[in-house]
């Protein structure tokens, strides 16, 4: 210890240092820019294809709604976590938060969605409320109505010969429409994701 | 406004017990709370204590989803806080479930229902900065003319 | 002659030292301790019920939620499950992302239950200093993916985001802070004659109760056995050249001591990583097949094991989740605190095996 009693009492007797010691506070700290905060949009143009949507681990996160200027998607704030993924899942980057945007520019990574549907034979009533509801087969087949018979074989799905035939799996848009107004809980949708990452050729 | 209102004004804003309790949360907006002890974001140099008497406290942090076992001593950890009170939820559990609130779980969410919940943090779990933004802000506000306001 | 009144003491779900509720009974003779059982059940959410049906990218934040604290190892253990059962490669570089990031959890949880046991023993000075040491490693965590907690940094394959290179700068030059300042405090730790006094011979298990206990983790580590360490069959590990720690004399001492070994134990093996990083990509795709496999990793507090089942989409079948602190918990009640000589050692043991309850109850 070099210094003495005395140096100490000098120091603390001047009056700056008397103004910090009562008076000074540590402002909070600034939020970080890399921070992934709850996701804002970017001004680039939304053509509601609900991929964001169908990526959201939370119930109630994350809505596309439309507005006088077109669709955007809404946050909820008290039900997001976070967790940046409808931002890479986005194909036209409409949300931002922190650099997930960014990086997700500089590194190529993106996701893969492919959707399944798996009928529960013993369960499916053939009430076919799952085609009427379904909002692809309504843009296929307008006419289709009425426990889901028709005569067209465009649609995803429809009771023919007896039982819920699933005809074109792939126009599949992963919404779980079917799945929440099916009354027996028979039909499901997989949305399965698969994460890539596709580096940039050489040359 | 007299001369002692105003002092009870300046002291309720300026020192503020609080006291958390942990309803069903995963740790992870606690330690955002124990966080904000620490020297960097210091709760401690605005006169908030953290300390976890519910008969001495003034604001009650509550985290995590409801779970069925907090129903009733959740209401009594309340009750035997003395007024002014006031309860502020800390990260999207208490308001929404999180992630949580699918069918078949156990929790029973927004805490809301069962104790009058004032301000809510959201974020999961919401950074400290924004927990003590909350709190600095709202203290003030609940507490300012307590005794006017009664009467 | 004096009588000595057995009284049950109730160390109660709401205590300042406690973050998580949980009820310690003592059944004590004057100050003595007798015996002890712990209460829990307070945060039970039915997690892994929820979890059924879903798809990784839904189980994943469901499992980093399990507990707040050790988030990263569950997303670790969860998606490498996950891989096992669909037979997904992880690319090199993004193998060694994924020990980095692990390794950042590790110090910030283990430098966060030396606080809890020095804020216990009400030495806040030291507690204060680590706390604020625990803020360096939160912000590098939050420089690579974003967030401080829950990170949700790993997905199938590999992981979410890259390291760049000027933050590879920043974070060597925090380690070597991190460094630095932490033999400062293990010092303090180490040689302070109060601090011996509350924490040598306090709580003290044997070898071998600790084997019939099944005890995980820092506790078994610091009896004596080595050998508990899940990261010896690690493939990434093993290539840095791994090898676990362990003391011996199983006191609250040699439990705190072992945490602040492992934490510079981290520091040397992400700054391994840093000079073995090749340059690649971060994902190597691969979606979940069916079929089901068990799989151990480990956290913070000990050895953490997931089984899973799939069905032919990725969707989880069956799950169960076997976390570190049940064990370490039930090992403190019943063996630790038998014959602690005082009430005020019964909150200082308990922390010092690091317990975190809402791990053991999801």
Known sequence: MATSLSYYLREMARGEWLRKFLFVKTAPYETPPHFRDYPRLTGKECTHCLACMMICPTPGAIEVLKTENGWNPVIYPGHCIRCGLCVEACPEGVLMSGRILESQFYDNTGYASTFHITVDRVRCMRCGNCSVACPVNKEEDPQLAATGTGANDAVIMRVKGGELQILHEEKCTGCKTCEETCPNSAIRVARVVEAIHVPEEEG | ?151 | ?362
């Open chain 2, 1 to 151: 406004m007299s001369f002692l209102q105003s002092i009870k004004n300046s002291v309720r804003s300026k020192s503020i017990h609080v006291s958390y309790v942990n309803v069903g949360s995963c740790n992870g907006c606690d330690i955002e709370v124990l966080a904000m002890l620490a020297p960097r974001y210091d709760i401690e140099q605005y006169g908030i204590y953290v300390h976890n008497n519910p008969r001495e406290a003034d604001v009650l942090l509550v985290t995590g989803a409801f779970t069925p076992q907090w129903e009733d001593k959740l209401k009594s950890i309340w009750d035997k806080i003395p007024e002014p009170k006031v309860a502020i939820a800390i990260g999207n559990c208490p308001i929404s479930g999180c992630v949580f609130n699918r069918r078949g779980s156990y929790v029973d969410p927004p805490v809301a229902k069962h104790i009058p919940i004032a301000a809510e943090v959201p974020g999961c779990p919401p950074r400290p900065t924004e927990i003590l933004n909350a709190v600095l802000s709202l203290a003030p506000l609940v507490f300012k003319d307590y005794e006017e306001k009664q009467s």
């Open chain 3, 1 to 362: 002659m004096k009588k000595t009144v057995d009284v049950s003491l109730p160390i109660g779900p709401l205590h300042p030292c406690f973050k998580e509720p949980a009820r310690i009974r003592c059944e004590t003779k004057g100050e003595r301790v007798i015996s002890a059982e712990m209460d829990l059940g307070y945060v039970k959410k039915g997690i892994e019920r929820i979890m059924r049906g879903r798809p990784w990218q839904e189980v994943m934040f469901l499992a980093e939620r399990i507990c707040g604290i050790c988030s990263v190892i569950h997303n670790m253990v969860c998606i490498e499950t996950l891989e096992k059962i669909s037979g997904v490669e992880v690319p090199e570089r993004a193998a060694y992302l994924r020990v980095i990031v692990n390794e950042l959890d590790r110090i910030q949880s283990h430098i966060l239950a030396n606080f809890s046991y020095c804020y216990t023993i009400e030495h806040e000075t030291l507690a204060m200093y680590l706390l604020n040491l625990r803020e360096t490693a939160m912000d590098m965590l939050e420089l690579i993916t974003g967030a401080r907690v829950t990170c949700a940094y790993m997905v199938p394959g590999g992981v979410r985001f890259d390291l760049r290179d000027e933050d590879r700068i920043t974070l060597e030059a925090a380690l070597d802070h991190m460094d630095h300042e932490l033999r400062r405090y293990v010092g303090m730790f180490e040689h302070g004659p109060l601090v011996a006094q509350r924490s040598k011979g306090v709580g003290i298990i044997s070898r071998e109760d600790v084997i019939e206990a099944h005890g995980v983790g820092p506790v078994a580590r610091a009896s004596g056995i080595p050998e508990s360490d899940r990261r010896c069959e690690h493939p990434t590990y093993q290539k840095l050249g791994f090898t676990p720690l362990s003391y011996e004399e199983g006191d609250n001492y040699a439990r705190v001591m072992i945490r602040f070994d492992e934490v510079f134990q981290s520091i040397d093996l992400i700054r391994r990583c840093l000079a073995n990083m090749v340059p690649g990509t971060i994902r190597g795709g691969g979606a979940i097949k069916a079929g089901e496999a068990t799989h151990a990793g480990e956290a913070p507090r000990g050895e953490l094991t997931y089984y899973v089942k799939t069905d032919e989409y990725g969707r989880i079948v069956d799950i169960t989740v076997r976390t570190p602190s049940i064990m370490n918990i039930e090992s403190c009640a019943h063996y630790m605190l038998e014959g602690v000589s005082s009430a005020a050692d019964v909150t200082s043991t308990f922390i010092s095996a690091d317990p975190c309850i809402a791990c053991t109850e999801r």
